[in-house]
């Protein structure tokens, strides 16, 4: 089942801005990853992070978890146009079990 | 890194047809896969596990008989939309389980 809320659902901001997107979930996880897809394709595996991580960075990119709030947060810093699309985050139960993905935040990012 | 296929990567078939789309671990074997389905403008969802040799669990709320899987080889599952109808067309994106998930391109299914 769904349980991944990510805010805020749309996002407009200017290129060379920063963009914050955060993920809340419900139950306990191994691991939490963020995707990003582009309209009309396939998914692209941006960072994840486990459990007992609390921070990592990944050229523009800096995730945070905070297993005691169940949230997690993604920094993209520099905004590009290019960096236009819809971000998830997926979280998993155990190794080896699907991902419940959150429902998205579109982001728009204009020169 | 691993790499998943999936084919075809758009398919549009009238309604009443069945469609089948593959999804293949190229260089890496999968005893588990996983099917997900996105509508427009919004997210993925787990639709079934499919396991190596065995029946595929289905999520709750998607039939069996109408998304047949079948995960005969370690490297290919395939999905089956039998009897398709528009509402069946969506996004569908595979996976295929090694240390993590790793997603196939997706395959758009428009049913007319």
């Known amino acids: 089942s769904q349980q991944g809320e990510e805010d805020p659902q749309a996002l407009s901001i200017q290129e060379g801005e920063n963009a914050t997107m955060n993920c809340s979930y419900k139950t306990s996880i191994n691991n939490l990853q963020w995707y990003r897809q582009n309209s009309g394709r396939g998914l692209v595996h941006l960072i994840l992070i486990r459990s007992n991580e609390r921070e990592k960075h990944s050229g523009r990119l800096r995730v945070t978890l905070d297993t005691s709030k169940k949230s997690s947060s993604l920094l993209i810093t520099a905004s590009r146009a290019a960096d236009t699309a819809s971000y998830f985050c997926a979280t998993d139960a155990d190794s080896g079990y699907a991902l419940n993905f959150g429902k998205g935040t579109s982001l728009l990012v204009t020169p | ?112």
């Not at chain 2, 998943?4 to 190229?26: A, D, F, N």
């Open chain 2, 1 to 112: 890194g691993a790499v998943v296929s999936q084919h075809p990567s758009r398919v549009i078939c009238k309604s009443g047809t069945s469609v089948k789309i593959e999804c293949r671990s190229l260089d890496f074997q999968a005893t588990t896969m996983f099917w997900y389905r996105q509508f427009p403008k919004q997210s993925l969802m787990l639709m079934a596990t499919s396991n190596e040799g065995s029946k595929a669990t289905y999520e709750q709320g998607v039939e069996k008989d109408k998304f047949l899987i079948n995960h005969a080889s370690l490297t290919l599952s395939t999905l089956t939309v039998t009897s398709a109808h528009p509402e069946d067309s969506s996004f569908y994106i595979c996976s295929g389980q090694r240390e993590t998930q790793y997603f196939g391109p997706g395959t758009r299914l428009l049913v007319l």
